[in-house]
């Protein structure tokens, strides 16, 4: 029953923010017609100022606004593209929260081209809601690929993939409780864009966060 219940609300998270999905909430949002507030849900508010004071407390290397960006860069359809370097800094500067006003019941976006990219924090988000319904059991695992969220009474093994060689493992984490989650660019190349250049970061490796949530 709790994985029951568990499933519901990832699919709830997903109907509320992927932009791969054209009805969900976030993907209307960004749609909606420029100065004109759009309803949305109070979850939605809530995990959208969550992503922002993200933004805040990194000075701006996690940036949930990058839609923009990610447009030019034709991140999704997986093929080398070289936007010009005055494209590129339009971009950039139309990839800003503050194009953005959220409000208790509503967000209105304030420029044409502003739009909020989930993919920095959705699978986050879907994990901490999902392992709520876990709260009376001693131990559970949910595994999102490069995320995974770990409760356990005895420490559980995370193993690390080589970024350069993915079939191999570079190391090993134990962790009781918490998330792990990793991102690199080897296994896709140049998804992740630097918020600072507005280009893909390097490939240089990956970089494994261990948090609470």
Avoid at 55 to 78: C, H, K, Q, S, V
Avoid at 108 to 135: N, V
Avoid at 179 to 198: F, M, Q
């Amino acid at each position: 029953l709790a994985i029951e219940k568990a499933y519901r609300r990832i699919i709830s998270v997903e109907n509320r923010l992927s932009t791969w999905k054209d009805d969900s909430e976030l993907s209307q949002m960004n749609r909606s017609p420029v100065g004109r507030p759009f309803a949305v849900s109070s979850e939605l508010v809530r995990e959208l100022r969550t992503a922002i004071e993200c933004e805040r407390e990194t000075d701006g290397a996690f940036n949930p606004a990058m839609a923009p960006l990610m447009e030019l860069w034709e991140i999704r359809r997986r093929k080398p593209v070289h936007p010009s370097k005055p494209a590129v800094r339009t971009a950039l500067a139309e990839s800003r929260t503050s194009h953005f006003k959220i409000e208790d019941s509503s967000i209105t976006r304030l420029t044409k081209s502003a739009g909020i990219e989930e993919g920095g924090f959705g699978k986050g988000l879907a994990l901490d809601e999902a392992i709520r319904e876990f709260a009376g059991y001693s131990s559970a695992e949910i595994d999102f690929g490069g995320q995974v969220f770990v409760r356990s009474r005895n420490d559980r093994k995370v193993e690390l993939a080589n970024p350069a060689r993915r079939q191999e493992s570079l190391g090993s984490l134990h962790i009781r409780e918490g998330s792990v989650s990793t991102s690199g660019t080897s296994e896709r190349g140049g998804h992740l864009l630097d918020p600072a250049t507005g280009r893909p970061a390097p490939s240089w490796g990956s970089v494994t966060v261990v948090a609470p949530e």
